[in-house]
């Protein structure tokens, strides 16, 4: 079940999130059936966590919280049902980044949510080559949703 909360008050078309994330898990061959919250905060409830679990100060854009360390899955082994986690949005910080970006807001939050869900299922880029395969298949799972957009319009 994929879980939307916005609590940011910026209004975001939570549908186009609850798509991506349907593409991405189905992508990656996560069970269906797997849990995955996604909580859009303001730039002060962002800052807190951004303290108390990055132990960095100021808001920032993305943070992951991942539960049952689920992996992606392939074609013919899908990955069991689990709590994948969650992620927390900050529009708010996205907006000023998608103005320096030149792109829209949602297109921001398609990123950063697809680059949360892959922290998720233990993706990082602290190494150049981590970063490489993260970010290459950021960017796959992303063609990969507004290519099934523009079949579904």
Known sequence: MIEINN???????????????????????????????IVLVDEGAMEALHVQW?????PTDVLSFPMDELRPGTPDRPT??????????????AETQAAQAKHSLMDELILLTTHGTLHLLGFDHATPDEER?????????????HSAERRHR
Do not use: K
């Open 80 to 93: 069991d049902p689990g709590l994948l986690g969650d992620i927390v949005l900050c529009p708010q910080v």
């Open 7 to 37: 609590e940011s008050g910026v209004e975001i078309d939570e549908t186009v999130l609850l798509r991506l994330s349907e593409n991405n898990l189905a992508q990656l061959h996560i069970s269906p059936d797997a849990d995955i919250a």
């Open 133 to 145: 395969e993260m970010f290459g298949l950021q960017r796959e799972l992303i063609a990969a949703f």
């Open 54 to 58: 990055m132990d960095e100060p100021g």
